[in-house]
Structure formats: C-alpha cells, structure tokens
Nanobody, 127 residues
C-alpha cells in the first residue's frame, strides 16, 4: 500500500507557472511507476504525464508536450509536475497516481492502470 498526497495547486494567471508535488509514503516508492491526471468539471479524468520508476522513461499527453514536465526523486519519495504557460483550459483537479511494477522502464497512461490515487489538488488558471 502507498499513500499519495498532492500539493502545490492554487490560482494562477494565464501564462503563469505552477509546480505540483506528490509525496508518497508507505511501501518502497522506487518500484512504483507514477502518473499525473487531471479532471475538469463535467469531464472525464484525463492523462497528463507518466514516469517510470527509474525516471528514465517519460510520456506526456500530446497536447501538453513542451509546457509540462514530470520528474521524480526516489530518495525523497516525491514526484513533481512543473506546469508553464498555463491556460484557462488547464483548470482542473490534478491527481497523482501510482502502480507497482518490477520494470524500471514501464509507465502507464490509463486511469484504470493505476492502483493508488491521491486526493487531488485544484489548479485554477484565470484569463
């Protein structure tokens, strides 16, 4: 079992930047592939970014490439999502998710592929 707690959300103007953190506790964080998702009001939860537990493999939603950066530090049990050039359409609750995997290179992009979820952090981008 792993517990995830997101932080760093808030209100930001369009064009601004924000960095979200996801702190993990419980089992060995190093063997968990991590993902970021977001859910806007009235919409399905959607994939944002994923990172393998080694940090060597990363994948982004096509629409977010170049603006969002995911990273992790296994020694700190933390994964981050750096968001820049934010747009009002980025407004959503952002969730981090974890899935145990013995593979150091695998990442997951589907909501149903993750076993553990944080409670989410609200990001609001004003125009």
């Amino acid at each position: 079992q792993v517990q995830l707690v997101e932080s760093g959300g808030g209100l930001v103007q369009a064009g601004g930047s924000l960095t979200l953190s996801c702190a993990a506790s419980g089992r060995t964080f190093s063997y968990y592939a991590m993902g970021w998702f977001r859910q806007a009001p009235g919409k399905e939860r959607e994939f944002v970014a994923a990172i393998s537990w080694s940090g060597g493999n990363i994948h982004y939603a096509d629409s977010l490439k170049g603006r969002f950066t995911v990273s992790r530090d296994n020694a700190k049990n933390t994964v981050w999502l750096q968001m820049s050039t934010l747009k009002p359409e980025d407004t959503a609750v952002y969730y981090c998710a974890a899935r145990y995997t013995p593979s150091r290179i695998v990442y997951y992009t589907g909501v149903g592929e993750y076993n553990y979820w944080g409670q989410g952090t609200q990001v609001t981008v004003s125009s």
